[in-house]
């Protein structure tokens, strides 16, 4: 059942289709968000009202913030990130999509030094402010997350750190009350991550990852983090909008 009475939209910006929306799907359909999905290569996003959505969600990618030569999208995407920030309007960042919006926010975003971030490792508490009740499910130091990375970035001006690992300390930030910039994939699905293991295998195989071993780490750590990542986007999405009080609305409204 539907916890909204009223309807709200979330525009998700992929780069590849089967890097998802994932459970952050599932619940925004519960919470009844209209669900818009474009992608970021091909759609005109300079024709997109920054400030048309509710939600903007950004979704991750095998292509780097910096090759923005390479990818003349990367720009205009950013510049939607900057002017939808500008006005705090809520938004979520995973991967390329955190790198995103810490460039749209004046951070840095780099080779990491540390080498590639990929696999199943749990996140650890962020040391720059208290950690919001929404987020914690997500630090249970049990509970191993997904990361898929190369790039990092430098901790934005003006955000709180929430959560690192010991090789990149930046994976989760917030913007104020309305952004949320996530480093590693809590949306993943141990069905979806199967698409992931075809879409991805030059990278898996360059990088010397045994995709039998990895989706048997998934099988068993992914169950979990599945249930932890959905508790985590209801209480976020009703930190944003009061799902349970007042329908469509929220911070920036």
């Not at 996003?45 to 999208?73: C, K, M, N, Q, W």
């Not at 130091?141 to 790039?151: E, T």
Request: aromatic share 8%.
């Amino acid at each position: 059942m539907n916890r909204r009475t009223s309807i709200c939209t979330t525009l998700a910006i992929t780069h590849v289709a089967f890097e998802d929306l994932g459970s952050l799907g599932v619940e925004l359909a519960q919470a009844g968000f209209n669900i818009q999905v474009i992608d970021a290569c091909t759609t005109n996003l300079r024709a997109i009202d920054a400030l048309d959505h509710d939600l903007v969600v950004v979704l991750g990618g095998p292509v780097s913030v910096y090759e923005h030569d390479t990818y003349p999208f990367i720009e205009v995407e950013i510049q939607l990130l900057r002017s939808r920030l500008a006005a705090k309007r809520p938004t979520l960042g995973i991967c390329l999509g955190a790198q995103l919006m810490a460039a749209a926010l004046g951070a840095r975003v780099y080779p990491g030094t540390h080498g590639k971030e990929l696999g199943w490792a749990p996140i650890y508490t962020g040391s720059d402010c208290s950690i919001p009740s929404w987020f914690k499910a997500l630090l249970n130091p049990k509970l191993r997350v997904l990361h898929w990375h190369g790039d990092t970035f430098d901790l934005p001006a003006g955000t709180a750190r929430l959560a690192g690992t010991t090789h990149y300390a930046n994976q989760a930030f917030v913007v104020g009350n309305y952004a949320l910039g996530l480093q590693f994939h809590p949306e993943v699905t141990v069905q979806g991550l199967e698409r992931w293991y075809v879409g991805h295998a030059s990278e898996l195989a360059q990088a010397g990852i045994c995709v039998r071993r990895l989706r048997e780490e998934s099988r068993t750590f992914g169950p979990e983090l599945e249930t932890a990542a959905r508790q985590v986007w209801r209480q976020w999405l009703d930190h944003l909008f009061n799902l349970t009080r007042e329908p469509c609305g929220g911070v920036g409204k």
